[in-house]
């Protein structure tokens, strides 16, 4: 890079440093470090670590993880099918289906859960609806099915425009020649889309699965607190027990986590697959 373009990146260095960087060196300062009783000092410890493994709090994580790759996977079900639809539409009708998706993010995230809280609750709009049938009242609030579907109406754009961008990339020959050579449709897309939509997969999975795995207001207003997740235990530790320390630890896990689960993703989008077009055509 050109000495005079690099200029142009120092302070976005500076910017992200004060954002990112600085703060997660507190964080992981923090989570070692344990104040001594009665005086302004600190000793270096690795009891919160200890702390977050116990059997407890591992079933939070683990409880975390299922309910945000479930949530993920639903994203991914219906996320593939939608952006693909929305790909088939001319152009001008393509940017107005868009926008119904993106609109609703719009809005700030904390009403749209609110919204599910009227519709799920024991005397709200589904029961209501339901009622005419006589059928139900149906206990949905404060179970799992209610988090998951909160987190997928909240994070499913997330997983569409990715994927709507990568199936716009992928050049119509390919499909075109293809079913010149025979191809069903069942085969096009298994050796054709599909290969080459997998960075705009991996691209949705992870913002999707990401703040899924975080997340803590939405558990916590569709959970009714019963349904601890990772997210919710960190928000505890800083702004109820006070309890910095473990907080941090906590931070640090899910940190690592969430690294974790980017390098397994990313081991996934193989250039072999994509790049070379491997596969493409049926033998």
């Known amino acids: 890079m050109h000495e005079s373009t690099k200029r142009f990146s120092y302070p976005y260095i500076v910017w992200i440093s004060i954002i990112i960087v600085i703060p997660m060196i507190l964080i992981f300062f923090y989570s070692v470090i344990e104040s001594s009783n009665n005086q302004m000092a600190f000793r270096f410890t690795l009891e919160n670590y200890q702390t977050v493994l116990e059997p407890l709090y591992l079933r939070v994580l683990w409880h975390s993880f299922i309910i945000a790759f479930s949530s993920t996977v639903i994203c991914l079900i219906i996320g593939y099918p939608v952006a693909w639809i929305i790909s088939r539409f001319s152009v001008k009708k393509q940017s107005t289906l868009l926008i119904l998706f993106i609109m609703p993010m719009w809005i700030n995230m904390l009403l749209r859960t609110y919204a599910w809280i009227t519709i799920l609750e024991r005397n709200g709009v589904l029961n209501s609806f339901l009622a005419l049938f006589?059928?139900?009242?149906?206990?949905?609030?404060?179970?799992?099915?209610?988090?998951?579907?909160?987190?997928?109406?909240?994070?499913?754009?997330?997983?569409?425009?990715?994927?709507?961008?990568?199936?716009?990339?992928?050049?119509?020959?390919?499909?075109?020649?293809?079913?010149?050579?025979?191809?069903?449709?069942?085969?096009?897309?298994?050796?054709?889309?599909?290969?080459?939509?997998?960075?705009?997969?991996?691209?949705?999975?992870?913002?999707?699965?990401?703040?899924?795995?975080?997340?803590?207001?939405?558990?916590?207003?569709?959970?009714?607190?019963?349904?601890?997740?990772i997210g919710n235990l960190i928000e505890r530790q800083f702004l109820l027990t006070g309890n910095w320390y473990l907080g941090s630890a906590f931070s640090m896990i899910l940190m690592v986590f969430i690294l974790i689960s980017i390098w397994i993703m990313k081991k996934f989008d193989s250039d072999d697959v994509t790049q070379k077009g491997k596969g493409v055509f049926p033998k």
């Open 134 to 229: 006589n059928l139900g009242p149906l206990d949905l609030m404060y179970t799992d099915f209610a988090v998951i579907l909160g987190m997928v109406y909240n994070f499913l754009p997330f997983m569409i425009l990715p994927i709507y961008t990568a199936i716009l990339k992928v050049d119509q020959s390919l499909i075109d020649a293809a079913r010149d050579l025979g191809a069903s449709d069942k085969k096009v897309f298994t050796r054709v889309m599909l290969p080459l939509t997998i960075p705009g997969i991996i691209t949705g999975i992870t913002m999707v699965f990401l703040p899924a795995m975080s997340t803590f207001v939405i558990p916590q207003l569709l959970g009714g607190g019963q349904y601890m997740m």
